[in-house]
């Protein structure tokens, strides 16, 4: 029973992602049927170059760019292993080096008032206008190419694992803490039984921003390397062709979003394994 | 006999300046049954959690097992059940009960061992390896005083441990903690405001009056021990929650009505 009952919950969910593909395949191939009919000029003029056909983008990965180069779905697939391994790297240093500045933003209030306004303004400052700096600092220094793109997708992804874990440090019950000091517990044990577990969906949920956002500065961080081999890359390579080959930098697109999607998935089953003792906390 | 708690001239001023206890005087010997009874507002709750270190008096001295109350809680002389359970939701039931055994470096075998015991106790043996949220209110407060009771302290602080339950699942926790008592040869200090509760469990009844809290009567209960359902029934058992009552409304003196 219970098995057939999740047999059936998948193939409504499955469905349901089927229909919800449907009906934007629909909206964007509607939008651009009307746009070509009437000629519309606003908000762009719609044609087969500001808007391909879904299933032109879809062909151009099974297809070669030129004669020279592979299956374009070849040559993205290893863009995006290549950018996985930036960004995953950079994600793993974000959430670590986040994690580390809001546990001790959380332990001092002093520190807090002190640091916390930087924390933020870091955030205010264009990763564009970063990304150069750190590309320069670590090449000096003959660090390989791709852990600068990392240091620069930390960059993205520590802030909100640094808030999350500063609000969920706090977030245990008063009640939790009186219980810990009748213990005579020291901070260190109060740290790792009590809030450190209490603040874990907090901590996830912060995971999950930062899993999409590791991608987004790894793609970023590319251009001012001049890594070629990752997503960032092929991005540029194709916007240069776009007035005759739109379909290959969309196709690009939808493969960094496939790895956007595949980044935030590993979060969402870390989570279910990690908080399942309170399964009212998983989103 | 000697005194398990001995609190003496104790006031509480918190800041705002709103005094919840005034010049406390308290003896509890070793084994009493104690509860502090009072309208909210008596500071009931104030001087439980100071016997416990959990806060400090402003002016006073606590003892615990001979030792200042800071002492007592770094050796971990006594066990606290609040009015929630607050059990760790992250943990099964087991590790719950485990935790202040972990904290104090047990072995882990010495531990799950001890655990069977305690759950045992509580009558929950076999679920060890639920989470919290799978229990009802009344099974959470076992556990919670299976936890209290699981490093065998000589004092357990109960915080109004049976407020948020309904009256049958407290009228049978209550003579399932006066077999626990008996059992583990624990003192017990008792805050409630249920007048039946405190005269049915306690050997006796602090009766404290607010702004500022105060003790305004201490009523001895030498009803027969062990306490059963008849108790409840015992015409002896009236008139001391009349002596009470009358404690909580007049202040300690009695007052003629004509």
Redesign the interface.
Known sequence: MVRAAGVGQGARRAGLLLLVLAVLWGAWEGFRALGVHYHWQHPFPVDSTSMPHIHDMLRALFEHPNAASPLLIVTLLKAAAFTAKEAALGFAMGTVGGFVIGAALAHSRMLQRGFLPYVVASQTVPILAIAPMVVIWFGSQHVTAWVSVAVIASYLTFFPVAIATLRGLHAA?H??L??M?????GTW?VLW??RF?TA?PYLFSALKISATASIVGAIIGESPSSIQGGLGGAILNFAQYYTFQPQNLWATNLIAALLGIAFFLVVVLAEKIV?R??P?NVA | MTNVVEIQGVSKQFKGGTVALQDIDLQIEQGEFVSLIGPSGCGKSTLLRIIGDLIEPSRGTVAVNGKSARQARRDHDYGIVFQDAVLYNWRTVAKNVALPLELAGWPRERRQQRVEEMLDLVELRGFGDHHPWQLSGGMQQRVSIARALSFEPALLLMDEPFGALDEMTRERLNAELLQIWEASGATIVFVTHSIAEAVFLSTRVVVMSPRPGRVSKVIPIELAQPRTAETREDPRFFELATEVREALHFGGQVEVIA
């Open positions: 019950d009640r939790a009186e219980l000091r009748s213990y005579a517990a044990t039984k009590l577990p874990l908080v003792a309170a009212e």
